[in-house]
């Protein structure tokens, strides 16, 4: 199968690749490189896929999805079977100041995705969507059969576009759309604009970490090898039509046409506060924290219902924070060549 993930050089790209080269695909990885973090971890990142010993199949393709001209190109130019679209501009904070470089990636970038897969007859589109969209929803544990029109961020407002835009294409091309609600998702090769890279970066300096409503948060945090492993799950079983929607009660996670939602999480909620004190225990120092009051466009706690990937694609996520925090610190330190300092 030939597979393009886009994003390919970012943090769940990059495993994405890895996890489908495994099960013997051809993987067709696209990716910007943009600066919006250090673009050299994305070329390390990029660098563990190219020099793998199956390499020959895997294509590497530098480019924007908001570059009409070059995804048509890339669509005309060879069978691309199903498509993990992972590309967008990510982060709350940085969309309230930097709208339009979300128009760009995440609304123009998608809809150029969708096309592609609709002229080219690409069997499944799966793409990544966000917890971000259920905002001021107030109902927990999130279920997609309730909510996630109310969001709180232009971020988390254009990832719920995606899910209507691809609704659009499920119904009126048939396209198969699969979208993935992600769960805070952490781990080895992280994004550095990500609390758990911040918080370890500052705590090996001995500055102190910045921690908003005081810590009072509550996050569902996955694992990323967990989110990789229902992607994959998930990507194998292209979305259908439901039997059960029924139009005088729509539900919001299903369709008459080939589309469904589902949330991909840990299943559970940590507090801010007990995730800081496993990494401090990992790292063997204490920190020092600022506690600030709540940021604009950011919620109060987070947990997934992952019943539905559960029952549909026999999800599990098995990876406790203590694992996760400890393979974190353990790449971390060998990344950047550091030994911690009592």
């Known amino acids: 199968m030939r597979v ?12 994405t690749a890895h996890r489908l080269l495994d099960q013997g695909d051809t993987v067709i990885g696209l990716d910007n490189l943009n600066a919006y973090y250090d673009p050299a971890l994305k070329n390390a990142r990029l660098a563990t896929i190219q020099t793998r010993s199956d ?5 590497f393709i530098r480019a924007d999805v908001a570059d009409r001209e070059a995804m048509e190109s890339l669509f005309s130019s060879g069978r691309i079977d199903r498509v993990v679209h992972l590309a967008a501009q990510a982060g709350v904070r940085h969309s309230i100041d930097h709208p339009h470089d979300y128009v760009a990636s995440n609304l123009m970038g998608f809809l150029n995705i969708l096309e592609g897969c609709r002229h080219h007859d690409v069997a499944h589109l799966l793409y990544a969507s966000t917890s971000s969209v259920y905002g001021g929803d107030g109902s927990m544990p999130f279920s997609e059969h309730r909510g996630g029109n109310h969001p709180l961020s232009f971020y988390a407002a254009t990832k719920r576009s995606n899910e209507l835009m691809a609704h659009s294409y499920a119904s009126l091309y048939g396209l198969p759309c699969t979208g993935l609600r992600f769960f805070t998702v952490y781990g080895p090769w992280g994004r550095p604009d990500m609390a758990l890279f911040l918080f ?3 705590i090996l300096e001995g500055r102190t970490i910045d921690v908003f409503n005081h810590g009072n948060h509550q996050r569902d945090f996955t694992y990323v090898d967990d989110i990789v492993s229902g992607i994959l799950r998930a990507l194998s079983h292209p979305a259908a039509a439901s039997s059960a929607f029924d139009p005088d009660n729509p539900d919001p996670a299903i369709s008459s046409a080939p589309w469904r939602i589902y949330n ?12 800081i004190e496993v990494l401090e225990s990992k790292l063997g120092k204490k920190a020092g924290i600022n506690n600030l009051p709540m940021q604009p466009g950011d919620v109060l706690a987070t947990w997934s219902d992952t019943s539905d990937m559960s029952q549909d694609f026999d999800y599990c996520a098995t990876t406790s924070v203590e694992e996760g925090i400890s393979n974190f610190v353990d790449w971390y330190l060998k990344y950047y060549s550091l030994t911690p300092t009592p």
């Open 4 to 15: 393009l993930v886009t994003g390919a050089a970012g943090f769940i790209g990059a495993s």
């Open 264 to 275: 991909i999480g840990n299943g559970s909620s940590v507090g801010l506060m007990r995730f």
């Open 200 to 202: 370890t970066r500052a």
């Open 55 to 59: 390499a020959e199949r895997f294509e």
